[in-house]
Each structure stands twice: as C-alpha cells, then as structure tokens.
Nanobody, 124 residues
Framework: VQLQASGGGLAQSGGSLRLSCKHSGFPTDEFRVGWFRQVPGKKREGISCFYPEDGDSYYADSVKGRFTVSGDKDNHIVFLQMNNLKLEDTAVYYC??????????????????WGQGTQVTVSS
C-alpha cells in the first residue's frame, strides 16, 4: 500500500488550497483515509476522515465548514479542499489510511499507512 500526498503550498488568509492523496495497493474498498496536520512542537491533529466506499466524512471542529474531503474512486485519490484558510491552518499535512474507523471528531482511529507530508503555509 502506498499513499502520496500533494498539493500543499502558500495561500493567503481567506484563500483556498486543495490537497490530494493518491492511494494504491488496497485490495478492497474497506479502508478509510484520514487527514492529519502537525505544527512543530505541537501534537499531531486529526482533522478529517473519509470512507471511500460510501463517501461518508467527518471533521474536526477546527476545520468544519471550511474543509471538505471527497474521493475519486476511479483514480484512487482522496481530496481535501481547504477554503477560507486561516493563519492557524499553517502546518505539515499528512494523509493516512487504515482499516480502523473514523471518529466523529474527524480522526482516523488507527493509521496503518502514511503518505509523506506536504507543507501548507497561510500568510496574512
């Protein structure tokens, strides 16, 4: 199983970015994809969790209403659309996947696989 995250970059406050997580190697649709972010010196935060099989998604309060996760089943990609970005969204973002369930607060409860991080920087 491999995960490859991309799409980070620099955005202004109030702007948008879209992250992608291309996954491969899962034998079935029975897996979940989580998005996490981490700021140096702080604990990693689970911000969104997605069920590719049916499109269900869950979000942390910190991003609810601004971020949307979706999937392209044919191309094995999960997207994280980030709108109305705030300075505090600056972090390294990771996608992860596993067979564990998503929490209602948007965190993948156990991650078996991780993609590389992608930096998101929001400026004023």
């Amino acid at each position: 199983v491999q995960l490859q995250a991309s799409g980070g970059g620099l955005a202004q406050s109030g702007g948008s970015l879209r992250l992608s997580c291309k996954h491969s190697g899962f034998p079935t649709d029975e897996f979940r994809v989580g998005w996490f972010r981490q700021v140096p010196g702080k604990k990693r935060e689970g911000i969104s969790c997605f069920y590719p099989e049916d499109g269900d998604s869950y979000y942390a309060d910190s991003v609810k209403g601004r971020f949307t996760v979706s999937g392209d089943k044919d191309n094995h990609i999960v997207f994280l659309q980030m709108n109305n970005l705030k300075l505090e969204d600056t972090a390294v973002y990771y996608c992860a996947a596993g067979e564990a369930y998503c929490s209602l607060s948007g965190s993948l409860l156990e991650s078996d696989y991780w993609g590389q991080g992608t930096q998101v920087t929001v400026s004023s």
